[in-house]
């Protein structure tokens, strides 16, 4: 099986937001690296570096988390309510994807959908200013 999405419009964010709570269920612990098929599409989801919060991708959406994880599926097995609620609430975005991708996470918590990046390790100037960044661990941490 591919790691690829095919293209079309998905949503972006913590899928919990747009997704039926018994889909949302079946998907806790049952990813292939973060790969799942639900009603006969693929999607992806991990957790991020530092868990609830908020994160902003590099062109400033913000991306709110209740679940510690970030994903991307298409908007076509999004709950229809639950889709506009989370769009209106701006708990998310939708995107339109023109060709195939590969949604990454890497080991430091930066999630990449094809052009959108989403860093969620906690390294950001706002934490440098506040004083809760540690410079041996390059973020905010417990050391």
């Not at 889909?23 to 799942?36: A, C, N, R």
């Not at 988390?65 to 989370?86: F, H, M, N, Q, S």
Request: proline share 4%; net charge negative; with cysteine.
């Amino acid at each position: 099986m591919t790691n690829q999405l095919k293209p079309g419009e998905y949503f972006i964010g913590d899928l919990s937001y747009v997704l039926a709570d018994k889909d949302w269920q079946s998907l806790i612990g049952k990813t292939d690296e973060g790969f799942f098929e639900m009603k006969g599409v693929r999607g992806f989801f991990d957790s991020t570096d530092c868990g609830d919060g908020s994160y902003e991708d590099q062109q400033g959406y913000e991306y709110p988390v209740d679940t510690g994880t970030i994903g991307v599926i298409p908007i076509a097995v999004c709950g229809k309510a639950k889709l506009k609620e989370a769009i209106k609430n701006k708990a998310g975005r939708t995107v339109q994807f023109q060709s195939p991708f590969t949604p990454e996470r890497d080991s430091r918590g930066t999630f990449t959908f094809s052009f959108i990046t989403i860093i969620t390790d906690g390294s950001d100037e706002e934490e440098e200013r506040d004083g809760n960044y540690c410079p041996h661990c390059e973020r905010s941490c417990g050391c």
